[in-house]
């Protein structure tokens, strides 16, 4: 099948299927502006994980934790939704009207699926607009930018942290569930902009395509995922995904 034929074929099932599943990495993001993590401009390019993103580190130094998080939300608070988000909140409506169902699981914490109204979104990772306590386990929102160091709980005055899943920590099981019955029970898989390889997202694309989906991925460059998927189309998500789903 050519090239041409292939992205056909895949647009005529993604406009067939009534059950979709999208799986999203920083990739979706980079094109609003969003550093991803790993490639030649990746965050862990210039910073370590082990002293920004663990448990230990914040119980080492919260406040250069904080710092760091505190620019990212600079960084994030500056931009906007871009045509591949956009493309997918069309997508759930669509398959709203016509009695579908939709999910989309995503690894980025910058928010911008929602702001572009995607609604049936499950943040694996947590939000970077989202803080809880260290003690009580209070969650709530905050768009401060910068926000005040060292930030304290409006319920009990511990210290709070950002609502993130670090290395080392695991998902919360309510995220876990919702993404698995997803997964188990999709017609297609799209997995759009991510390495793949940072777990539990890089088992989902053999969990649904036991559980029978069609899984397909775009990114810029092949990954762990393009062996294993139905379909696989390289370019920038701002163009492909606009383009697979209008
Ligand atoms: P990565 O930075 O690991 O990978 C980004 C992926 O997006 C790569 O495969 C790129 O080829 C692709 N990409 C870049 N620009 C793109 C574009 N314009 N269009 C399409 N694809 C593009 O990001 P993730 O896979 O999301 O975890 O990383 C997974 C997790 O690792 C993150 O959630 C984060 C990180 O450590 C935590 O912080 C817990």
Known sequence: MSIDQSFEDTYRR?????????LTGAGVSADSGVPTF????????????????????????????WEWYNWRRGLIASTRPNAAHQALARLERRLDQRGGRFRLITQNVDGLHLSAGSRRVTEI????????????????????????????????????????????????AEDLRDTYAALESCEILLI???????????????????????????????????????????????????????
């Open 38 to 65: 790993r490639g030649p401009d990746g965050l862990w390019n210039n910073f370590r994980a082990e002293d920004l993103a663990t448990p230990e580190a914040f119980a080492r130094d919260p406040q250069l934790v």
């Open 125 to 172: 990772h947590g939000n970077i607009w989202k803080v809880r306590c260290t003690a009580c386990g209070l969650v709530a929102e905050n768009r401060d930018v910068p926000l005040r160091l060292l930030p304290t709980c409006s319920r009990c005055r511990e210290l709070l942290r950002p609502h993130i899943v670090w290395f080392g920590e695991t998902l919360a």
């Open 14 to 22: 993604l406009a067939d299927a009534l059950t979709v599943t999208v």
């Open 192 to 246: 759009i902009g991510t390495s793949g390889i940072v777990y539990p997202a890089a088992s989902f694309a053999p969990v649904a395509k036991s559980a029978g989906a069609y899984v397909i991925e775009l990114n810029l460059e092949t990954t762990p995922y393009t062996g294993v998927v139905d379909r696989s189309f390289q370019g920038r998500a701002k163009d492909l995904v606009p383009a697979l789903l209008k």
